[in-house]
Structure formats: C-alpha cells, structure tokens
C-alpha cells in the first residue's frame, strides 16, 4: 500500500512548502549517493551483477546518461531497467490533469502555461508516484511514430479546432512519460525510420510531431534493451542514436555456480502449487544449475543465441510441479521432488534452445546426455565421499528396488527398507529428516549416483511413468 500523498494542492502550496525541481536524472543521481552512503541495496533483486554490471551502471547514471543495455536473452536486462524505478522520488508533484506530466513550477505544454497565466499560486497541483513514472515498449515491426511521439487526434479535431492548434495533438508514450523513466525493449528491432523519431529526445530533449511548430522539452530517462545477435545481424541501432547514448553496458549470465542457484532460488515459483507445499531440495536445485551451465558452454548450443535463465527457471518448477503430480495422486499431502522428476524437464525445455545445425535430429539426446553430467557432477559433490555401504549391502545381497515417478514416497521407503547411514546421508544432502519424503528423495538421489558411476545398474522400462529398476 501506498503512503498518503503530500498534503499541497496548489502551486502556492508547493511553494510555502518548500519544494525544490529537479530534474529525473537529478533525482535518480541524489537518491543513488544515499543509498551508496547508507549502504542500502541500490537494485533489489538483482543477481550476480555485483562487481560486473552495476558499477557500469551506477557510473551511467551518476553521469547522467541515456543508456543501452547489450546482452543476449534472459539475462536480466527488463528487470535491471525496472528497478531504476526505485531511484526515483517517491513522489513528484504535477500540474493536475496534465497529459505529459509538467512541473507546477516550469510548465511547458499549451494547456499548462494557459493555466499558470490564468490561476498563478492557485494552479492546482496533484501527485505522482515514482511507480507510475515508468514507460515501457517492445519495439516491435509494427510501432509507428505516433505510438511513441504523437500525432494528431482526429476527434480533437472533430470538436472543430483547428489543424495549427498545438491541443489537438494527441502524445505518445514517450511525452506521457515526460518526468520519468521511458524504456524500450529490443531496440534493434524498432524500424530504422522509426529510430529516427528519437534522435530529438535523446540530444535536444524535444519531439517534433508532424508540421506542428512545437517544443516540449522533455526530461526523461531512456534506457534500452538490445541482444547482441539482434544488434549486428537481424536489426541494427542506427549509427546517429547509438552516439547519442551515453553508455552502452554489457550484461551476462551467472559467472559463479553459486550465483546461478541464487537466482533460482529467488525466481522460481513453486512454494505452493494449488495449495500443495512443493519442496525441491538443494541438491536438484543444483543439479537443475549445473543442468543449464551444461547446455550453455555446449559445443551442441548455439552461443549467439544463450540459454537464458528462464530456462533453469523453468526446469525448476516443471520438477516441483512432477513432485506435486506424485503427490496428489499418491495421496500425499507434501510433494518433495526426486531425481525421478528430472526427466521430463527435458522436452519440456527442449524449445528453449535453439542448437547448431550439425545436431539436428540429435536434440533431445545432447539434453538428455547433459542431464545424466549435471546429476553425476552433484553426487560426486555431495555424496562422492560419503559411506553408502549401508545401501550397497543391500544390493549385493541380491535386492533391486524398483521406482518412477508415480511412486510414492512411502512406498519407495517400504520397498528399498532400512538404511543403515540414511541420516549422514540426508546430513550432507541438507536435509533435515522430518518427513517420508525426503528421505525417499535422498535414497532416491544415491540410487542414481551410484548407477551413474557405475556401482549400481539400472534398467528403464518402457512405460511412460519413467519406471527404472536398480540392481548390481
């Protein structure tokens, strides 16, 4: 909820009441050295951009500059641009019914000066939230000029003004967020005509609309997204509104393991899927994690293209939501994911990768290869060291212990029975015990291990659960 807005609704108000102008990037400037200064986060959420992009940007922004950011798909730009909203005061005051959101104290549209000349200290004045100083697009084929400048409204015209008058002009999104933070998604993508549209606002800070002598000068942040591949290959940025940018900074996927966990853990949705808790332990958070590093530095993937986070986002919550499916039809009342909820994660993914044209026809297997690495490589972490002699004993007494993604479990507990070391097990696997289902989960997870480092084997029947029997 929203704080009451200030108390001034007059021009004469403002002014007994000490208000000072200035300008977005003035604000945006002030409010990002108080946040240096206290220590608070200056871009909450943001993930592993730490000692990379946001110094870049915190430079931009101090210096006051319009800015790209380059970077391929799902890397965080859209929601890095977002942010910026937060550097913003959380309330600016406007002259009351404004379109383009002009200042009390320095109006500059016709309506506006009409007003002070006829009002003075009584022009009424109302308040804006930062959250509605934000202005956004996806550039896309279709966007004309007058989507983002203006053009003339028709039905003003029909009222019977006429062509000259500077009101019948109807503004684009750009004026309407005049005092604020415009951004513009997949700039390259934007016709080049159309990008001409916007040298004005970047360099002289107005707009020209049509044959109207007008001059609104703007004060507005932009800030665009562009992709590398779209940067120099489908579309371009025109070489006249690149010079007008004043910086262009580089983002990138999580560097660190780590760091890629983080951002899994943050964005992933699947605490509470139709009212059932879903846990995905630790270990197939990072099994997904090292799943997508996989993929990415693959010889197989395209690397102009990227796997974007969404990606891992995705493999997330598609094993949450398996452990949920198990769960409802088990009758269990607390879905916790197992390594038998990894699979199907890879045709669900598979159209998020987009790979080089020698693998064509071999897709699924290169994922599915890249999968079995990612389970391998954690066991190895977190179990490699570990006493599994307990479970091992079992099979070579000659016991197999047949699981799949449709048992429960309760029955999977039953099936493979006492495990001598099963809490050290859990210990190193973070987990804490409490429940059926994550011990199943870990057992479950050793069981996979051991099969892919070749102390156990494993035969896969041919039914669609993904029914596997494990066996020396």
Known sequence: MRPTTPPETTLGDLRAGGHVQRTVKAEIRH???????????????IVGFDDTVLPHLERALLAGHDLVLLGERGQGKTR???TLVGLLDEWTPVVAGCEINDHPYAPVCVRCLRLADERGDDLPVAWRHRDDRFGEKLATPDTAVGDLIGDVDPIKVAEGRTLGDPETVHYGLVPRTNRGIFAIN????????????????????????????LRLPLDVLL??????????????????????????????YPLALDTELDLIRQEAEFADLGGVPAEVPGHLIEVVGRFTRLVRESSAVDARSGVSARFALAGAETVAAGAVRRAALAGEERAVARVCDLPAIVPSLLGKVEFEVSEEGREQEVLEHLLRRAVAETFRRTLGAADLDGLRARFEAGASVESGELVGAGELLRRV????????????????????????????????????????????????????????
Do not use: C, W
């Not at 409010?31 to 959420?45: K, T, V």
């Open 31 to 45: 409010n990002l050295l108080a946040r240096m200064r206290s220590g608070e986060p200056r871009f909450p959420g």
């Open 80 to 82: 890095l641009i977002r």
């Open 186 to 213: 997949e700039l390259p993508d934007l016709a080049e005509r159309i990008q001409v549209a916007l040298l004005n606002v970047l360099e002289e800070r107005d707009v020209q609309i049509r044959g109207y002598a």
């Open 223 to 252: 800030v665009a997204s562009a992709n590398p591949e779209d940067y120099t290959n489908r579309g371009r940025i025109i070489t006249p509104l690149k010079d007008r940018f004043g910086a262009e900074i580089r983002t990138h």
């Open 417 to 472: 029975g006492p495990v001598p070391g099963l809490a050290r097990m859990m210990e190193r696997l973070g987990l804490s015990g409490d429940s059926p289902g994550q011990a199943a989960a870990a057992i479950e997870f050793a069981l996979e291990g051991m099969f892919l480092t070749r102390q156990l084997s494993k035969d896969v029947g041919d039914s669609p659960d993904g029914t596997a029997t494990y066996r020396t």
